[in-house]
Every structure is written in C-alpha cells, then in structure tokens.
Antibody
Framework: EVQLVQSGAEVKKPGESLKISCQGSGYPFTFYWIAWVRQMPGKGLEWMGIIYPGDSQTTYSPSFQGQVTLSVDRSISTAFLQWTSLKASDTAIYYC???????????????WGQGTLVTVSS | AIQLTQSPSSLSASVGDRVTITCRASQDIASSLAWYQQKPGKAPNLLIYDASNLEYGVPSRFSGSGSGTDFTLTISSLQPEDFATYYCQQFNSFPITFGQGTRLDIK
C-alpha cells in the first residue's frame, strides 16, 4: 500500500523553529515528487512547493519562497518542511502529498498524508 | 500564476440529484487538471486526473470533462457520502494552483 505518514501535531511560540516530516512507503520514494500543501483554519488548499527526492530539485510557490525550506532524507524515505522563525499566521494544517513521476508526467497528488496541525501561539 | 475559479462556491442538493461543478482557468492548461474531494477533518482525496480520468477505486458516478480553460466535475446521482468540499487543481505549470473550493451540502 502506497502511504505517506506525517509527524504529529506541534504547538510552538512565535519566533521558534520547526521541522515536520512525511515518510513514504510502498513505492520507490526517489522516483516521485513530494508536494506540501497548507490549509489554514476553515480555508482552502494552498500549494507551497514541491521536491523531487531523486536529486532534491525543488520549486517553491512565490507565496512561500524564503519562508520555508523543503528537504529530503533518501536513506529514510522522508521529506521535511522547515521554518526558522514561526509566526502566528503559520497556524494551519500542513499536508504532504505524492506527485508525479518521470513516467507519469503530471503532478496530481495521490496519496496525501494525514496532515500535521501546527499551532503557533504565545 | 494561473488562477482557477470554481462555481458555485457552495451548493445544496439532495440524494439522487445530478450535480455539476465548474472550474475555469485563467489561461489554457490543456488537460492538466485534477479534482479532489475533502471531508471535514480529513485529507483531500483524488477523484479525477488529466481532466477526465477516474482514479482507481473512485465510484463511476463521478466524471470529469473539459480541456483548455473550462472543466466540469459531475456527480450523476448524489449519495450521502458525497457531501463534502471539492477542489480543482492545475498542474500545467508552476506555481501549481487550486480552485477556492465548492462546498456541497445536503438540502
């Protein structure tokens, strides 16, 4: 079964750093893009960026460029989303999702991780 | 960035109804469109990719059509489990973008 499992909920203070994870299983991790998507409370889906685990090629949404960092650790089939200085407005659910492969071409997202709730509050 | 506009933003319907949601792109995206269903407290679930291809395991009452700038998601006969929020997504070019969502409620 193809699966993405994300790390647990986090409660942080403004200015703190954070790194959340997304571990893939059931497929060749390095061959498929991994995307990150934000969903603020009661709002829609926002694409943040995407990383190709095979060579760590990364593309960010202009809205998130410079605000977050995507990375991978191929040895443990895990992708990461990182902040160096959180803000209250970063409070949201963050989803990882598997995108396309070189073979499939298209970056539709399937499956999705279960989501990580990040709460930033003083 | 390519903008996706869904209509309607919300919709009330009854079990057994035929429902159509539209997604309009601000520029030509060929067939590079996907549809997702999201239920409260859950991650989105892929329904349709490449505008009209039904994802494996998704009921056949769901169908997608369109190309270029105009796309539709149709549910042929609403079931109780279909009441959810639906999103379109384009992957023709970066940045990838989503529509604002269509909330489907029980009438």
């Amino acid at each position: 079964e193809v699966q993405l499992v994300q790390s647990g909920a986090e409660v942080k203070k403004p200015g703190e750093s954070l790194k959340i994870s997304c571990q893939g299983s059931g497929y060749p991790f390095t061959f498929y893009w991994i995307a990150w998507v934000r969903q603020m409370p009661g709002k829609g889906l926002e694409w943040m960026g995407i990383i190709y685990p095979g060579d760590s090629q990364t593309t960010y949404s202009p809205s998130f460029q410079g605000q977050v960092t995507l990375s991978v650790d191929r040895s443990i089939s895990t992708a990461f989303l990182q902040w160096t200085s959180l803000k209250a407005s970063d409070t949201a659910i963050y989803y990882c999702a598997r995108g396309g492969s070189v073979a499939s071409g298209g970056n539709w997202f399937d499956p999705w991780g279960q989501g990580t709730l990040v709460t930033v509050s003083s | 960035a390519i903008q996706l506009t869904q209509s309607p933003s919300s919709l009330s319907a009854s079990v057994g109804d035929r429902v159509t949601i539209t997604c309009r792109a601000s520029q030509d995206i060929a067939s590079s469109l996907a549809w997702y269903q999201q239920k409260p407290g859950k991650a989105p679930n892929l329904l349709i990719y490449d505008a009209s291809n039904l994802e494996y395991g998704v009921p056949s009452r769901f169908s997608g059509s369109g190309s270029g700038t105009d796309f539709t998601l149709t549910i042929s006969s609403l079931q109780p489990e279909d009441f959810a929020t639906y999103y379109c997504q384009q992957f023709n070019s970066f940045p990838i973008t989503f529509g604002q969502g269509t909330r489907l409620d029980i009438k």
